[in-house]
């Protein structure tokens, strides 16, 4: 590392002053606020952390942590995943491994950051001081797998020498769907096909009686919401494990922490709570983080449409470009317009020998040949061209 630069693992975010953090993240909806208050409400299967890089007292580059069990069928499909499933239940500790890592379950991008005084020269750096926190850590706590989650196109073009050089090899993870968002929602609708235009009039004319309400308080509903997002949880048609979990106090934190940045989307039948969904809004984009529904009366009166809808005109409203949709449902995001930015989980095993088999099985296994959906898309999947450049 450059001159007095130094590296730690943090045991929180919350070690760094919020200051420091904001000079790395800047207007970011997932910034300081957002990785505290995921911190303050971790389901049981994770442990967070965050890791830094200092020079002097400055903080120049850090990224939220977390510990936790990774089920190897996540990443299989077919045979081998039948078996892996098979063994977890048999013997859990031959078929998952213990991890430590970059990112967050509750974040589809890796948010490592850094200060945008040091250059490109001096992120490559610092990106090593990282690195060498967090195998660090690994080490002290006798965990062999460190890893980096869901790094962008984007950011895997300059970090990826820098992890090649250092033994880490990578699989594709879910893509992030995103939406351009045109000047007004009836230009948004006139610019869908043909079929989709049609089925869109016809489930926003089912949710004729819904009423939309957007919140910042969770109070009198935080139980509901959170059955909600268990409904929608078990009929999901492919299963993430715990990374797909939330803490019952997750949402009560994001809206108290983060602020008036965050938002709750609320559907009413009558006086029925049918559905829901948590965004954030930054300059440039706006993010949904979790949804959830009532079975059957979400699908039947088409809230999943006019929560689309309703977060298309709030961007345009507040003239932001782009809906970050997330993780999943791909097929559907698709005939809705969105395109699909690839993103990588990069991963090493401290063991050589073990490590030359994660790199030479990484070719043939992703988490992204798990999903339907994608698989249904086949060659005709919306996948984006990378976008060059850095957001530092």
Known sequence: MQGTWNSR????VADVDRSGWDELFGQASEGFDYYRACELAPPPMFTYSAASVFDGATLIAGA??????????????????????????????????????FGSPHADELAMAFNPTIGIDGRSAALEGLLDALETKARTERIATTFLKNVSDRDSQWAADTLRRRGYARIPSLPVATLAIPQSP????????????????????????????VRQSIDGIEDEIYQLRQLTLRRASTSYDAFAEVSPAYFRNVLEQVGERAKLLLYWLGDRLIGFAIVLLEPGRLKEKYNGMRYPEGPDNGVFFLNWMTQVRMCVEHDIPELHAGETTYLTKARLGCRLNRSWIYFRHRN????????????????????PDLKKLGALAPYAEPITGSRV
């Open 352 to 371: 050589p020998v073990m490590n030359l088999l994660f790199r030479g099985a990484s070719p043939w296994i992703g988490i992204d040949a798990t999903d």
């Open 9 to 12: 693992f943090l045991s929180s």
């Open 64 to 101: 939220p942590a977390f510990r936790g069990d990774f089920r190897l069928d996540l990443m299989l499909e077919g045979f081998p995943a039948r078996i892996s499933s098979m063994l977890y239940r048999v013997a859990p500790r031959l078929a998952k491994l213990t991890i430590l890592g």
């Open 186 to 213: 009836d230009a948004y609708i006139d610019s869908l096909s043909q079929n989709m235009r049609s089925n869109m009039r016809r489930k926003l004319k089912r949710a004729r009686n819904i009423r939309v309400e």
